[in-house]
């Protein structure tokens, strides 16, 4: 009896350990995983030196989880004219959208920007895709080509969420349409392309869902409609830095960790 119980001991001391080194090493691998997730989007300095070219500006923030996410945005120069913006979303949180994230910074990198079209630009990451994701793997994105020069923005959505425009010398910010079909839905999706002004003061907001639905001390959310309101007493209260002032205030009264990734962008004219 006493050797079957030091026997069991020290099988159950073995285990505890080998379950210690897994989540360890585990823990190492997750930790990798978020870090070259951030090495695939832009740097501030990669934003600024593309950006400044136009006469713009961006900001972005990104807050992992404690799990692995499928948060993804990128810009790029198209000629001296014009650049693109995307974001996208992969949903669920787990190694499959984090992985998706790399087939997609792939995908883009290979691909040459012929059309002055956001939504020809949706319909060939779709495309690429659609043969690539695990039935059940779904993205959100958005696109948009800027052309400041003519005060100019043209976007496309699939499905992403209602981007928010807005001008800080007017002091006036609106949710926009945020229609369209999931990437990786349908084979034969097709995108619709919006086009509005934007001239100088004016800036696009793009952010993932930690934002509204992350609760706050007290339990409720901002909700769409409350980021809306925050956006709009930003460029109200702090013209000069808007976006600073709605992390500022997010943070001030949401509950920590978060259950989400947290991506916010801000490309101003």
């Given at each position: 009896m006493l050797l079957r119980r030091c026997r069991d001991m020290l099988e159950r001391h073995f285990l505890l350990q080998e379950l210690t080194r897994y989540r360890l090493r585990l823990d190492h691998e997750l930790s990798a995983a978020r870090d070259n997730q951030r090495q695939i989007v832009p740097s501030d300095e990669d934003a600024k030196e593309i950006t400044n070219w136009y006469g713009c500006e961006i900001a972005a923030h990104y807050q992992p989880s404690s799990e692995l996410g499928g948060d993804f945005w990128g810009i790029r120069n198209?000629?001296?004219?014009?650049?693109?913006?995307?974001?996208?979303?992969?949903?669920?949180?787990?190694?499959?959208?984090?992985?998706?994230?790399?087939?997609?910074?792939?995908?883009?990198?290979?691909?040459?920007?012929?059309?002055?079209?956001?939504?020809?630009?949706?319909?060939?990451?779709?495309?690429?895709?659609?043969?690539?994701?695990?039935?059940?793997?779904?993205?959100?994105?958005?696109?948009?080509?800027?052309?400041?020069?003519?005060?100019?923005?043209?976007y496309a959505d699939a499905a992403a969420l209602e981007p928010i425009f807005g001008n800080v010398t007017t002091q006036n910010a609106s949710l926009m349409d945020g229609s369209g079909i999931l990437l990786g839905v349908r084979e034969n999706s097709t995108y619709e392309d919006k086009e509005i002004e934007f001239p100088k003061g004016s800036f696009m907001f793009l952010f993932s869902d930690a934002l509204f639905e992350s609760p706050s001390q007290d339990g409720k959310a901002l909700e769409t409609e409350g980021v809306l309101e925050l956006t709009q007493s930003a460029i109200v209260k702090s013209p000069a830095t808007p976006f600073d002032f709605v992390l500022s205030e997010f943070y001030k009264e949401v509950s920590q960790p978060l259950n989400d990734d947290l991506t916010a962008i801000w490309l101003s004219h």
């Open positions: 198209i000629d001296e004219n014009r650049l693109i913006f995307f974001t996208a979303d992969f949903l669920g949180h787990s190694l499959a959208p984090s992985l998706n994230t790399f087939r997609l910074d792939a995908i883009i990198k290979e691909m040459e920007v012929t059309s002055l079209s956001p939504a020809d630009f949706l319909a060939n990451i779709k495309a690429s895709l659609y043969t690539l994701l695990e039935p059940g793997q779904f993205a959100t994105m958005l696109c948009a080509i800027i052309e400041p020069k003519n005060d100019r923005l043209v």
